[in-house]
């Protein structure tokens, strides 16, 4: 007993079984090299989904301070919360307006990005109501999600019955293929887009995301709107990440258990010991993100990706052993040595040693998802250089 450490009660992210540190030096450190990489641009900050799961509250006040004045949420909720963060920033909301949340819209001074038919001809009936508020316009030019049409948007700029009122301070449009930068889709919807800004001359105007910052100046425009490449993902795939990791999150070693060879380990016996072996039993599951499809083995998708998931502890990476569980996962810490792993030690899940974008592609998915999916038992903790 005499060998556990002593933590004084109220230190709730000493003592969690599950933690999530942000650092939020690391950052705004992103935001300036965004900004930077975005020449003669403004950079704005995506901060939806909860500032892609580290923190809407404490990432946007960091970002506001960092010199960010322009954000960009998906819903009107999200907008609210942020608001009391960012006193005078520009918040845009991707989602746009519906009937019903007018009120939010205008008490919190947000801005509706507006984006079908239908949205367009309800805010046409609000300005009517309220009189003059900005909106930005979301064009579509070839992802086929969200939108206007692009000769609708075009004919609207010159649109003599439009009400007097209605001021669009963005036109903006969203790339497929940003990623890819051999992509010919890249360069299709820039052209498509420069119709759209050249209807709308002197509206500011705004097409890269975190990838399409990458793409070089054509694609910058005005305004671009970095969101993964700020919480330290990989925004181009096949290039080497040149953001700083900002989220490490650790989940603490509940047992270390000793196996002998043959014997199998966790649901559907999926993984059979080879070796005498040393499991690290671990507090964090599915249920907190770390996804299952990460599992070493009796999951369809290692037939697809063969390699299983790792973490890191004690200096080194150690593989997921058998199937991940709700709250639990099992290392194989077999090749580290006897005494370097011990019940209470912590494992990192991914942050600075094990990187987001490894851990997103043994699970399948992409660092985006695994940031989401976080879930609520994380006990954050927010740093900061002085
Ligand atoms: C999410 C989103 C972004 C940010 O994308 P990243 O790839 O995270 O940089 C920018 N624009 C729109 C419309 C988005 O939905």
Not at 335 to 342: F, G, I, K, Q, S
């Amino acid at each position: 007993m005499s060998e556990f450490l002593d933590v004084p009660e109220d230190d709730t992210f000493a003592s969690a079984g599950l933690r999530l540190t942000v650092d939020l030096t690391a950052l705004t450190e992103n935001w300036r090299d965004m900004a930077h990489r975005s020449g003669a641009a403004r950079a704005a900050a995506v901060v939806k989904a909860d500032a892609y799961g580290l923190g809407i509250e404490d990432a946007g006040e960091a970002l506001y301070t960092a010199g960010a004045r322009d954000f960009f949420v998906a819903t009107v909720d999200e907008g609210v919360t942020l608001r009391l963060y960012t006193p005078d920033a520009r918040i845009f909301v991707l989602s746009g307006i519906w009937p019903g949340t007018e009120r939010r819209f205008f008490d919190n001074d947000l801005v509706p990005v507006i984006s079908s038919d239908e949205q367009l001809a309800f805010w046409m009936a609000v300005l009517a109501d309220y009189g003059d508020y900005p909106c930005a316009l979301h064009v579509d030019t070839g992802f086929n999600r969200l939108g206007l049409h692009i000769d609708d948007a075009i004919a609207l700029a010159d649109d003599v019955s439009r009400p007097a009122s209605f001021a669009p301070v963005l036109v903006m449009s969203h790339l497929a293929c940003g990623d890819d930068p051999t992509h010919v889709m890249n360069r299709q919807q820039l052209e498509s887009f420069r119709r759209v800004t050249a209807a709308y001359e002197g509206i500011d105007s705004s097409l890269a995301a975190s990838a399409g910052i990458f793409l070089g100046e054509d694609y910058h425009f005005d305004l671009t709107r970095p969101g993964i490449a700020l919480y330290g993902g990989e925004a181009v795939c096949g290039m080497a990440n040149p953001m700083r990791p900002v989220a490490t999150a650790e989940a603490r070693i509940i047992q270390v258990r000793t196996v002998g060879a043959g014997e199998t380990v966790s649901y559907g016996r999926a993984l059979q010991l080879r070796r005498d072996s040393r499991l690290a039993i671990v507090s964090a599951g599915y249920a907190d993100g770390y996804m299952r499809s990460q599992s070493s083995g009796g999951v369809p998708l290692r037939q697809a990706v063969p390699q299983g998931g790792q973490g890191f502890i004690a200096g080194h990476k150690v593989p997921v052993a058998g199937r991940i569980t709700m709250d639990l996962t099992i290392f194989d810490v077999t090749d580290l040595p006897e005494n370097a792993v011990r019940a209470g030690d912590y494992v990192e899940l991914f942050g600075k040693n094990m990187p987001l974008d490894d851990v997103a592609r043994a699970a399948g998915t992409i660092g985006y998802e695994i940031l989401t999916s976080m879930g609520l038992r994380h006990e954050r903790r927010y740093v900061a250089e002085e």
